[in-house]
């Protein structure tokens, strides 16, 4: 059973910098892709970026592309996301995702609060 824990949220202002991070436990991180999602409220969880077991392939919103790097270091067993040039809205939870390789079923993390305003 993989845990997931979250953590680097915060405040920041419009234009900074915040870089999450994603430790994870109870399973090698290596039979797991991951991701990072977002979710305001009344509004559906998205994807903002998304990277293979292997780290080589990585996927991005449109909304993020240039903005934000999602990373992962399967020997910490911890998974990044850098995110510059924040705007406010970017405001929201973002949740930590591993989905296994194998079964494909999906794991969270109890989510970070991400707060871009002046």
């Known amino acids: 059973q993989l845990q997931l824990v979250e953590s680097g949220g915060g405040l920041v202002q419009p234009g900074g910098s915040l870089r999450l991070s994603c430790a994870t436990s109870?399973?090698?991180?290596?039979?797991?892709?991951t991701g990072w999602f977002r979710q305001a409220p009344g509004k559906e969880r998205e994807a903002v970026a998304c990277?293979?077991?292997?780290?080589?392939?990585?996927n991005y919103a449109d909304s993020v592309k240039g903005r934000f790097t999602i990373s992962r270091d399967n020997a910490k067993n911890t998974v990044y996301l850098q995110m510059n040039s924040l705007k406010p809205e970017d405001t929201t939870v973002y949740y930590c995702?591993?989905?296994?390789?194998?079964?494909?079923?999906?794991?969270w993390g109890q989510g970070t609060q991400v707060t871009v305003s002046s």
């Open positions: 995702n591993a989905r296994n390789v194998y079964s494909q079923r999906d794991y």
């Open positions: 109870g399973s090698t991180l290596e039979d797991y892709a």
């Open positions: 990277i293979s077991s292997s780290g080589r392939s990585t």
